[in-house]
């Protein structure tokens, strides 16, 4: 069964303060690495998707890199607006071409100012 | 472009009663899907649709009928609502890139 798990569930930082989030995955063919934003009450805005180790994409203070294993969020000097819940999501080979996502819990994350 | 839209926004209901949650996406896209989301459970597939006249069954698809008449729609449906069935509903849609692009989500609550 796929699984994916993200940690922590919920993090605070100060403005400035640079952290990681992190998506561990186990699945049985992974396509792609997809990671979302969700601010309350709002549905899920994409950020980014990985394909392969090494990969590594970046969107203002945000990088997303990926392992065989997991995918890190890296927020570099956050400010209070990227305050919002992170989810992290996996697509497997073998949905096939309905490419199905198996999404985290994902990591509350506050930005104090 | 309008995107992903959902209607209503907030649902009561009581137990037993039905009703039907529209999806709406004007992007062309071929497949849609609808999600719960539960505090602490992430996001759940529940049916989808890899084109018009086409559905199946996701993660967790009992209580909840689906239909694909028209490309551009995606309509969920309960026809016994239960409080088990308590949740934020989300349609997505899927364009070529891979991506799937979320409408706001319906808050539904049974009693």
């Known amino acids: 069964e796929d699984q994916v798990t993200q940690s922590p569930e919920a993090l605070r930082l100060q403005e400035g303060e640079s952290s990681s989030l992190n998506c561990s995955y186990t699945?049985?063919?992974?396509?792609?690495l997809f990671w979302y934003r969700q601010d309350p009450g709002k549905g899920p805005e994409f950020l980014f998707t990985l394909y392969s180790a090494g990969e590594e994409k970046e969107k203002e203070r945000l990088k997303a890199t990926l392992t065989k294993k997991e995918s890190f969020l890296h927020i570099t000097a956050p400010k209070p607006e990227d305050s919002a819940t992170y989810l992290c999501a996996v697509q497997v080979i073998s949905s096939g071409s309905a490419r199905q996502l198996t999404f985290g819990s994902g990591t509350q994350l506050t930005v104090l100012p | 472009n309008a995107g992903v839209t959902q209607t209503p926004k907030f649902r009561v209901l009581k137990t037993g009663q039905s009703m039907t949650l529209l999806c709406a996406q004007d992007m062309n896209h071929e497949y849609m899907y609808w999600y719960r989301q539960d505090p602490g459970m992430g996001l759940r597939l529940i049916h989808y649709s890899v084109g018009e006249g086409t559905t199946a069954k996701g993660e967790v698809p009992d209580g909840y009928n689906v239909s694909r008449l028209k490309k551009q729609n995606f309509l969920l449906g309960l026809e016994s609502a239960a409080p088990s069935q308590t949740s934020v509903y989300f349609c997505a849609s899927r364009g070529a890139s891979n991506e799937q692009f979320f409408g706001p989500g319906t808050r539904l609550t049974v009693l």
């Open positions: 699945v049985s063919g992974l396509r792609g």
